[in-house]
T-cell receptor
Framework: EAQVTQNPRYLITVTGKKLTVTCSQN?????MSWYRQDPGLGLRQIYY???????DKGDVPEGYKVSRKEKRNFPLILESPSPNQTSLYFC?????????????FGPGTRLTVT | GNSVTQMEGPVTLSEEAFLTINCTYT??????LFWYVQYPGEGLQLLLK?????DKGSNKGFEATYRKETTSFHLEKGSVQVSDSAVYFC??????????????FGKGTHLIIQP
């Protein structure tokens, strides 16, 4: 089954404690992205990757890091989480093309930073 | 830069009512336009899309037409059901930039259908 998986689905942590949210896709997609969803703000892109070892900042990259060492994985790293990073996070993947193809979204990770 | 504006909710309708959710956009280049749906507790799913002007996307009774002259992509359904209750996101992908940098989303419209 074609899918994007994220782990963990729920996480409660404390300020400053480093964490990683994993994302994996089994569709051999080259493009992957991370978004955060906040009430009243919709989804905003954090980082994206066009291929292995190629990443770039999205609209709200501050406080986040990513890596793309393998095509299927695109982890999101919070080196020192803060309460304003409490949010619902989505990973997505898609094929390269002319922008007309859908993005496939993971189920989301709900992060609470206290 | 790119932006998407959609009507904010919640929008509450009775079952079998006609639905319109407005969406307008600004973009450089030639965007593809999408409607995604998010059911409670789930991720986003593509509902429909249109890749060029005057295209009509349709799925599950929903329709939206890409109107370049009004920069709009309004979502419509003739008769809504309780199961349509969800959050709906309008989004664009800018072809000029190859679509590689992902989607620009509207803020989402929470739709509530009452029996």
């Amino acid at each position: 089954e074609a899918q994007v998986t994220q782990n963990p689905r729920y996480l409660i942590t404390v300020t400053g404690k480093k964490l990683t949210v994993t994302c994996s896709q089994n569709m051999n997609h080259e493009y992957m992205s991370w978004y955060r969803q906040d009430p009243g703000l919709g989804l905003r892109q954090i980082y994206y990757s066009m291929n292995v070892e190629v990443t770039d900042k999205g609209d709200v990259p501050e406080g986040y890091k990513v890596s793309r060492k393998e095509k299927r994985n695109f982890p999101l790293i919070l080196e020192s989480p803060s309460p304003n990073q409490t949010s619902l996070y989505f990973c997505a993947s898609s094929t390269p093309g002319q922008g007309e193809d859908e993005q496939y979204f993971g189920p989301g990770t709900r992060l609470t930073v206290t | 830069g790119n932006s998407v504006t959609q009507m904010e909710g919640p929008v509450t309708l009775s079952e079998e009512a006609f639905l319109t959710i407005n969406c307008t956009y600004t973009a450089t280049g030639y965007p593809s336009l999408f409607w995604y749906v998010q059911y409670p507790g789930e991720g986003l799913q593509l509902l429909l899309k249109a890749t060029k002007a005057d295209d009509k996307g349709s799925n599950k009774g929903f329709e939206a037409t890409y109107r370049k002259e009004t920069t709009s992509f309004h979502l419509e359904k003739g008769s809504v059901q309780v199961s349509d209750s969800a959050v709906y996101f309008c989004a664009l992908s800018d072809l000029w930039r190859g679509g590689a940098d992902g989607l620009t989303f509207g803020k989402g419209t929470h739709l509530i259908i009452q029996p």
